[in-house]
């Protein structure tokens, strides 16, 4: 295993799902350059099955019960990345929106993603973003910010009643 490569799952709490839902935002980060999932597997096929690719992407369908199981990812250098999901009956409810930071510095001209989360990744909805000075920073539908001119602006990040606000520094 090459020893500054550590793959991990994008999320590191238990995934609630609601029955029959499809799951396309769970995935295996940190591998390195020649690493690659070599298998997807998962402890309850009834629960949750898998079908996932080398990349560390995957579709993860749950159950028509209500049970659980853990997905398992091994990696080409001998590493096994778990996902634990909860099949319920209801929906799954918004609780909150995870952004990696809140504090973010630009050059004029250079754009970054803000790679927002809705939490838990299988709630209800979808993300949209604003920018409080759109002179300063603008920001896509999918969430990339571009520096436009020197200042600071704040990007909100909303679904339904959540919100979370990122400062932009521009310089």
């Given at each position: 295993m090459n020893a500054d490569t550590h793959p991990y799952a994008n999320v590191d709490y238990v995934v609630p799902a609601k029955r029959g839902q499809k799951i396309?935002?769970?995935q295996v980060l940190g591998m390195g350059?020649?690493?690659y999932v070599v298998s997807w597997t998962s402890t309850d096929p009834d629960a949750a099955s898998v079908q996932g690719s080398a990349d560390g992407t995957c579709i993860v369908t749950a159950g028509r019960k209500r049970k659980?199981?853990?997905?398992?990812?091994?990696t080409a250098s001998g590493s096994t990345v778990s996902f634990r999901i909860h099949?319920?009956?209801?929906?799954?409810?918004?609780?909150g929106i995870k952004v990696p930071t809140k504090k973010i510095d630009l050059s004029v001209g250079q754009t970054c993603s803000l790679q927002a989360q809705?939490?838990?990744v299988t709630a209800d909805g979808h993300l949209k973003y604003t920018s409080?000075?759109?002179s300063v920073a603008t920001v896509s539908?999918?969430?990339t910010v571009t520096a436009r001119k020197a200042g600071r602006a704040s990007i909100t990040v909303r679904c339904g009643k959540k919100k979370i606000k990122i400062k932009i520094q521009v310089r």
């Amino acid at each position: 295993m090459n020893a500054d490569t550590h793959p991990y799952a994008n999320v590191d709490y238990v995934v609630p799902a609601k029955r029959g839902q499809k799951i396309r935002s769970l995935q295996v980060l940190g591998m390195g350059v020649n690493d690659y999932v070599v298998s997807w597997t998962s402890t309850d096929p009834d629960a949750a099955s898998v079908q996932g690719s080398a990349d560390g992407t995957c579709i993860v369908t749950a159950g028509r019960k209500r049970k659980k199981a853990v997905i398992n990812a091994v990696t080409a250098s001998g590493s096994t990345v778990s996902f634990r999901i909860h099949v319920r009956k209801k929906k799954v409810s918004l609780k909150g929106i995870k952004v990696p930071t809140k504090k973010i510095d630009l050059s004029v001209g250079q754009t970054c993603s803000l790679q927002a989360q809705l939490y838990p990744v299988t709630a209800d909805g979808h993300l949209k973003y604003t920018s409080s000075k759109k002179s300063v920073a603008t920001v896509s539908s999918d969430g990339t910010v571009t520096a436009r001119k020197a200042g600071r602006a704040s990007i909100t990040v909303r679904c339904g009643k959540k919100k979370i606000k990122i400062k932009i520094q521009v310089r």
